[in-house]
């Protein structure tokens, strides 16, 4: 089995303040990690993913992700937030092999404060 | 515009008066699921389709029921809707459900059961 952990319900940021959303996960497994952003009264949205190769991946929004197998952390990192960045965003994991049996973090409610 | 539509977007109902939330995407994508999205839980999945006439449970199917007729169509069924299922509910779709997928998801329903 497969889990995620998000610790931080929600995190407050001025803007142009850098920002790590936190994400743990457990499998025993290889895994592919995703992280998703769900703005106010929308659907969630791909906003990068993991699936081999460099660790480091990015967003055309300025978000970056590392992978960490030795920690199992995917921690989602942006140098200056703005306030289009407020949204909800959740961490999600899939094992390889198989179907798409995706695990999802409970979210982190990021608020950028003007 | 490729999309996955949801309806209705919003929906209050009494307890044990059936209802239908139907959900069509226009990827031609293999793969549909279900989700309810509950405060502090994050998302849960309901069902899964990983094709036409092909439908599995998730982690939280009690209460529901779903069918695959069309490869478009995955509409949700509630027979008999009780309070504690009130939630937001998401459809989702991918191309073939293969854990490296990206879910692409409908704006949501947000059911109130009274």
């Known amino acids: 089995a497969q889990s995620v952990t998000q610790l931080d319900s929600q995190v407050p940021v001025f803007e142009e303040a850098p920002v790590e959303l936190r994400c743990n996960y457990s499998?025993?497994?290889?895994?592919?990690l995703f992280w998703y952003v769900q703005y106010p009264n929308q659907g969630l949205q791909l906003l990068l993913k993991?699936?081999?190769?460099?660790?480091l991946v990015e967003s055309i929004n300025g978000f970056e992700a590392e992978f960490n197998k030795s920690q199992t952390s995917f921690h989602l990192r942006k140098p200056s937030v703005h306030i289009s960045d407020t949204a909800e965003y959740f961490c999600?994991?899939?094992?390889?092999?198989?179907?798409?049996?995706?695990?999802f973090g409970t979210g982190t409610k990021l608020q950028v404060i003007p | 515009e490729a999309q996955v539509t949801q309806n209705p977007r919003y929906l209050i109902t009494v307890t044990g008066k059936k209802l239908t939330v139907t959900c069509s995407q226009n990827?031609?994508?293999?793969?549909m699921s279900w989700y309810r999205q509950d405060p502090g839980l994050g998302l849960r999945q309901i069902y899964y389709?990983?094709?036409?006439?092909?439908?599995d449970k998730g982690d939280v199917p009690e209460g529901y029921k779903v069918s695959r007729k069309e490869k478009r169509n995955f509409p949700l069924i509630l027979e008999s809707p009780s309070p504690n299922q009130t939630s937001l509910y998401f459809c989702?779709?991918?191309?073939?459900?293969?854990?490296?997928?990206?879910?692409?998801f409908g704006p949501g329903t947000r059911l109130t059961v009274l």
């Open positions: 989702a779709s991918s191309l073939q459900g293969a854990p490296t997928d990206t879910q692409y």
């Open positions: 389709s990983m094709n036409v006439e092909v439908t």
């Open positions: 993991y699936l081999s190769g460099s660790t």
């Open positions: 499998s025993s497994v290889s895994v592919y």
């Open positions: 990827m031609n994508h293999e793969y």
């Open positions: 999600a994991v899939t094992q390889a092999g198989g179907y798409q049996k995706v695990t």
